[in-house]
């Protein structure tokens, strides 16, 4: 018997999908209808490319105040993006660019921590650990999107959208010198020192 050519569920016969038959499994049983069980990765014409000038930006941050990636021109940045604000993987970060906070400020860097939570969360999340780090809220996720730092998580078997933990390092030209993703926080804080300095 003749194999039913892959398709999506509801979807037309006429479309090819470029994808492994191994790929597609049935709808139901005796059914000519089939679905994509694994995932493909899309292509995402907003990743950053280095040497390329680094997405602006104008928040609100901690202490009331508004900040802009152009007022800190002709000084180094370091952009770090983080779930949420006082998980314990997100306070051990926020604490190591504390510790080096004076570190960063010598090697004349800037240190700025992004995530969605609402500015009075992160004057809270500051105020509970001591933390020198300035937290800019980018509550609509739109600077997320831009650094494609908004992605699909999956955890015990459930998928969400939320923020990947990265780190952007800007050069005082504007320009995206270096970029960590799905960042692990042992030892992170200390190699973006170290690439800081390098500058």
């Not at 510790?99 to 240190?111: I, K, L, Q, R």
């Not at 990947?164 to 799905?182: H, S, V």
Request: hydrophobic share 40%.
């Amino acid at each position: 018997m003749r194999r039913p050519a892959p398709q999506l569920a509801g979807g037309n016969p006429s479309v090819k999908l470029d994808a492994n038959p191994a790929q597609f499994k049935p709808v139901g049983p005796g059914s000519s209808r089939f679905f994509i069980v694994t995932e493909t990765p899309m292509p995402n014409d907003s990743l950053l490319q280095i040497g390329q000038p680094a997405p602006g930006f104008t928040l609100p941050a901690n202490d009331g105040r508004t900040i802009s990636l152009s007022q800190f021109s002709g000084q180094t940045v370091v952009l770090y993006f983080y779930p949420k604000d006082d998980t314990s993987g997100c306070t051990r970060e926020a604490l190591d660019f504390t510790a080096e906070a004076e570190a960063f400020a010598t090697a004349g860097a800037a240190v700025i921590g992004v995530s969605k939570d609402s500015v009075a969360k992160h004057d809270r999340f500051i105020a509970k650990h001591g933390l020198a780090v300035t937290l800019v809220s980018d509550a609509d996720g739109d600077l997320c999107e831009r650094y494609g730092t908004w992605v699909e998580k999956s955890m015990y078997g459930r998928k969400d959208m939320g923020i990947e933990r990265a780190t952007f390092l800007i050069g005082p030209d504007g320009t995206l010198r270096q970029e960590w993703r799905k960042v692990r926080v042992p030892g992170h804080v200390a190699e973006v020192l170290a690439a800081v300095r390098a500058l």
